[in-house]
């Protein structure tokens, strides 16, 4: 007994499971085709946070701004070592002078 789907090369085993599982891949399919879309929709978001994140970290660390600041901490710190070091040469001769005296 020739049936219409073995003319085809279909055999009606490979038909039935077909039928039985057709529902649970089309179901898998448009759970797949949903998680692709949120996750478009879920990269889109994070872009549009790490841009956001990024202008508020230029805006509040413009190292441009704080350049001269830190040149000026810096001769102000060589400044002091300077002075530090007179004022330690000037104790050193103040204590030689009391000494000898």
């Known amino acids: 007994m020739s049936d219409n789907s073995e003319v085809q090369g279909i055999h009606p085993v490979e038909l039935s499971v077909y039928?039985?599982?057709?529902?649970?891949?089309?179901?898998?399919?448009?759970?797949?085709?949903?998680?692709?879309?949120?996750?478009?929709?879920?990269?889109?978001?994070?872009?549009?946070?790490?841009?956001?994140?990024?202008?508020?970290?230029?805006?509040?660390?413009?190292?441009?701004?704080?350049k001269a600041q830190f040149k000026e901490v810096n001769n102000l710190q060589k400044r002091l070592q300077k002075i530090t070091l007179r004022?330690?040469?000037l104790e050193r001769r103040s204590s030689q002078l009391t000494t000898s005296s």
């Open 19 to 66: 039928s039985l599982v057709s529902s649970d891949l089309d179901n898998l399919y448009q759970a797949i085709n949903e998680l692709r879309e949120s996750q478009a929709l879920l990269i889109l978001k994070l872009r549009t946070v790490r841009d956001s994140l990024r202008l508020e970290n230029e805006l509040l660390f413009d190292s441009n701004e704080y």
């Open 87 to 89: 004022l330690k040469d």
